[in-house]
């Protein structure tokens, strides 16, 4: 067995397990949202038990819509508010930040959890070595009563990751690369892990926006495995991290990846960092470390949305917001922001927006004649910067642009 | 019940979660979500033409994108009684059998057009036409279980002994 098949087995409460068998495990933690939640809570009634399995492994986040664009946004927190009081389980309903990063930080992510969240990119928690994935609302609220989810064992697609990347080269770079490859269905029901030397490499922030896009290419399960090479798997691709560049997902698709390079006289109208994908303070570091030296294009809005309350607290500690907001970006809220085209900086016909979140798709944040282009942050910050998508280290540091 | 038989609607490859329940339409009532079936997608007044019990044929990844479960909802209310695709994205696969919508994996490129009736076996995979049988993958026992229910509420219901 390889170490996917050991943990489902484990959670299975079985000795072994293939892939294509059918088993029911037992969950560690289950997690909705303020779009996917309202629809659980009915579906958890319609069941018509009276207690959750555990009301401490049930966590509801307040982050999509948030503070409530709309009235329909504020009904879904009511929803979720009195079923949390009602149930007693763990509601973050303030703005802490996107579900996904709540997780990681106030919930210990431990290898070989099993963690079902009803939102795409609950494959995120893999960056920790948790079994983390995405269901709908009915199911969530199937696992909200039993405590259990029945599972296919999905086959095995191993990356092997060697080397370590250029200087300018970011995770988001690492999955793109890789998304192009196996295109938008190719893991599909499958699992791909990332093993080898190569993972040393890469920050706990790098592994969090690998995992995170993992569903963009299909997958059920995004996982960080150990440098060892895992020898029960279906498929091993070798990947050597030094021979990645800086790359863009080109619209309408996150499989239309080119060289950033080769992109460069495509103008932008707005630029957006953060996400569940991008919005960390590594993600900042790498915005700060140009806007020191450099002001925002006047043509272009550069919208920074911190993905957790605590990396804004972080942010603030160490100077970087004035330096951030001299520079002309502007820091929202956390949460998911204009992500999934809902508030906070929709775009569009006439805009082209270079954000470093995680889908491109037609008319995803906001009008479908706008042109969505998807980056690393530090790609994003010199585009901000030039106002044309720019390849990172085209700017020279500590100086003005000639 | 694992013989479905409907009129066929022929679609083509990567029909996302915005073709068939486009996002304006997520602010309404459940009760109205028909309305909207496949709005968004080569067919716009598919909600209108659509009988009980036809049948949506596509090519690969059907259902990809948002993790919506109220794509596969516009789709049942709409009366559709069976999605059959070259592959599905896993969230709508799972979500369209969690609401007790079958949907079967078969490649069928060319060999079915709309309009054709058509019938399906949930349990052998087949697919009989009028002049061939198509072989496409049969449901796993879990996945019959589930339709067979009515969907996962009724049969989580029935699992735990609620009435
Ligand atoms: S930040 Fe975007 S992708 Fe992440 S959970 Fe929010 S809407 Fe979804």
Known sequence: MNFIERYLAKAAGLDSVQPGQDIRCKVDLTMAHDVTAPMA???????????????????FVIDHIFPAATVQARNAYWKMKDFAAKYGIVFYEKGEGVCHQLLAERHRLQPGQILIGADSHTCTAG???????????????AAMATGTIDLEVPEVMQIYVTGKPAAFV???????TLI????TDGLTDKAVVFTGPGIQTLSDEDRMTICNM???AGAMIACFGGSELEAEVAETVPLALETLVPVVACPHSPANVKPASELEDIAVTQVVVGSCTNGRLGDFKRVVDVLKFHKVHPDVNLLLIPASKTILGEMEKLGWCEILRNAGAVITNPGCGPCFGAHQGLAAERDTVLSTTNRNFLGRMGHRN???????PATAAETAVRGVITAPGTLPAGGKEA | ?????GRAWVFGNNVDTDQILPGYAMAEEVANLPKFAMAGSSVPDFAAKVQEGDII???KNFGCGSSREQAPVALKGAGVGLVIAGSFARIFRRNAINIGLPVLVAETAGHIQSGDIIEANLETGEIILKDAVLKGKPLSANTLETIRAGGLINRVRQELGVN
């Not at chain 1, 809570?41 to 966590?59: A, L, T, W």
């Not at chain 1, 960056?127 to 609220?141: C, D, K, N, Q, W």
């Not at chain 1, 970011?170 to 793109?176: A, E, M, P, Q, T």
């Open chain 1, 127 to 141: 960056a920790y070595g948790a079994i983390g994935i995405g269901v709908g609302s009915t199911e969530l609220a």
């Open chain 1, 370 to 376: 706008a042109k969505i282009y998807l980056a690393s």
């Open chain 1, 180 to 183: 192009k490859r196996f295109g």
């Open chain 2, 57 to 59: 044929i596509a090519g």
């Open chain 1, 41 to 59: 809570v009915e579906q958890f009634e319609q069941i018509g038990v009276s207690r959750v399995f555990d009301r401490n492994k049930i966590v």
């Open chain 1, 214 to 216: 993992g569903i963009e």
């Open chain 1, 170 to 176: 970011c995770g988001k770079d690492v999955i793109l």
């Open chain 2, 1 to 5: 019940m694992s013989i479905l038989r």
